[in-house]
């Protein structure tokens, strides 16, 4: 059974900081690795779609990389604002058409 | 395109009762899933439909069911309801066939059982 774990599940930055929020899954057969975020009361967007043959995907500020040997994926964004203020999730992607989620990072930047 | 919608925003019940919740995928979207959040469990899969067939169920008890229809919406039924199902229950829709293209998620209905 597929798990998925993001820590911190809570980080405070300084606007301008460059920051990386982490996952990990402990079953390597996936398809893919999906980064999510979520504003209070609100649904998920999603930001990032990195598939079980690509490493990295890239948009604008942020960069989602994946290691499936590891069973690692990171979400980097660059020069943090307000606005990044959310709840972010990762979920793994496998055969069975759904998605396994972390609990989330809540990540807060400060002005 | 319209994003995925979801009807209503927000339910309130009591215990017993039964709710029915809508959603309305991504125009051109054939897949439908649907996942409750909660606070301590955070987001877990319910079922997900593919051209009107249920292709996969997540480990919920039986009083949780759903469909789709021909047009792809879907709804999902809670029966006898309990204060354990008071959750955010979000349905989320994707372009292909396969689980190799990003999900779509609507803003969610917010069912509060007392």
């Known amino acids: 059974k597929q798990e998925v774990t993001q820590i911190p599940a809570a980080l405070s930055v300084p606007e301008g900081e460059n920051l990386v929020l982490n996952c990990s899954f402990t079953d390597s057969a996936i398809y893919n690795l999906q980064w999510f975020r979520q504003d209070p009361g609100k649904g998920l967007t999603s930001l990032l779609l990195i598939q079980s043959s690509q490493r990295e995907q890239t948009s604008g500020r942020l960069n989602a990389s994946l290691d499936k040997s590891s069973g690692r994926s990171t979400l980097y964004i660059a020069a943090s604002q307000p606005g990044d203020s959310a709840t972010y999730l990762c979920a793994a992607g496998a055969g069975s058409y759904q998605l396994t989620f972390g609990k989330g990072t809540k990540l807060s930047v400060i002005p | ?114």
């Open chain 2, 1 to 114: 395109k319209a994003g995925v919608t979801q009807t209503p925003r927000y339910l309130i019940k009591t215990r017993g009762q039964q709710v029915t919740l809508s959603c309305s995928p991504i125009s051109g979207h054939r897949s439908v899933s649907w996942y409750q959040q909660t606070p301590g469990q955070g987001l877990q899969f319910l079922f997900e439909y593919f051209s009107e067939t249920q292709r996969n169920k997540g480990n919920f008890p039986g009083r949780f069911s759903g469909r789709q229809f021909s047009n792809s919406r879907s709804e999902m039924n809670v029966s006898t309801l309990e204060l354990g199902d008071s959750a955010l229950y979000l349905c989320a829709s994707r372009e292909g066939d396969r689980n190799n293209s990003p999900l779509h998620f609507g803003n969610g209905t917010r069912l509060t059982v007392t």
